[in-house]
């Protein structure tokens, strides 16, 4: 079963940058699509960003574009949300989650396992 445990959320200043980790474990990840999602205070949890592990093609979301950049690192089969010019809106719980297949996908029904969340704050 595969197992997802995200980190690096914090609190930060409009304009900063944090690194959000995703440690993945319980699988075999070559074949699989990875992201990230947000879920804002009474709102719907929205697509961020995916990364299919295999080629590293990725796709962000238009908020985000140029200002978050999505990775991974196959040895420590671990995915990162490197995120700069952060901006009070994107105040967030972040999720990390996998698909397990190569098909892309911006659809969080379409993704079957999800971390635990970590919390990112931007004050103004």
């Known amino acids: 079963q595969v197992q997802l445990a995200e980190s690096g959320g914090g609190l930060v200043q409009a304009g900063g940058s944090l690194r959000l980790s995703c440690a993945a474990s319980?699988?075999?990840?070559?074949?699989?699509?990875m992201g990230w999602f947000r879920q804002a205070p009474g709102k719907e949890r929205d697509f961020v960003a995916t990364?299919?592990?295999?080629?590293?093609?990725?796709d962000l979301a238009d908020s985000v574009k140029g200002r978050f950049t999505i990775s991974r690192d196959d040895a420590k089969n671990t995915m990162y949300l490197q995120m700069n010019s952060l901006k009070p809106e994107d105040t967030a719980v972040y999720y990390c989650?996998?698909?397990?297949?190569?098909?892309?996908?911006?659809?969080?029904?379409?993704?079957?396992?999800w971390g635990q969340g970590t919390q990112v704050t931007v004050s103004s």
């Open positions: 989650a996998v698909k397990l297949d190569w098909r892309p996908s911006r659809e969080v029904a379409a993704f079957g396992s």
């Open positions: 319980g699988g075999t990840f070559s074949s699989y699509v």
């Open positions: 990364i299919n592990w295999n080629d590293g093609i990725t």
